[in-house]
């Protein structure tokens, strides 16, 4: 049974940071492209970023560049998102997503989700 479990949310004050963690089981890891989405509340889910199997390339939404930064531990089977310099407008649940490494990275094409974990940014 695959599982993607998000862990490193909360409350944090504009201009802080936070590192959300991302550990999966039950698949082969590396066949992955991993990535997060985030939803706000009343809004709909968004893609935010994406890393390749590798790790060798990643993809940013316009939102995120240059403040959160992707990697990946494919020896540990985990995906990290370090946030840094967080904006109340990055308030929302943020799951993490595996697409199989042969298909475009969206939300279309994510095989596995997991159950989110939500981010509180107070002005």
């Known amino acids: 049974q695959v599982q993607l479990l998000e862990s490193g949310g909360g409350l944090v004050q504009a201009g802080g940071s936070l590192r959300l963690s991302c550990a999966a089981s039950g698949l082969t890891f590396s066949r992955y492209t991993m990535g997060w989405f985030r939803q706000a509340p009343g809004k709909e889910r968004e893609f935010v970023v994406h890393?390749?199997?590798?790790?060798?390339?990643?993809y940013y939404a316009d939102s995120a560049k240059g403040r959160f930064t992707i990697s990946r531990d494919n020896a540990k089977n985990t995906v990290y998102l370090q946030m840094n310099s967080l904006k109340p407008e990055d308030t929302a649940v943020y799951y993490c997503?595996?697409?199989?490494?042969?298909?475009?990275?969206?939300?279309?094409?994510?095989?596995?989700w997991g159950k989110g974990t939500l981010v509180t940014v107070s002005s």
């Open positions: 997503a595996a697409v199989p490494r042969s298909l475009p990275y969206s939300g279309q094409t994510v095989a596995y």
């Open positions: 890393i390749t199997w590798s790790g060798g390339s990643t």
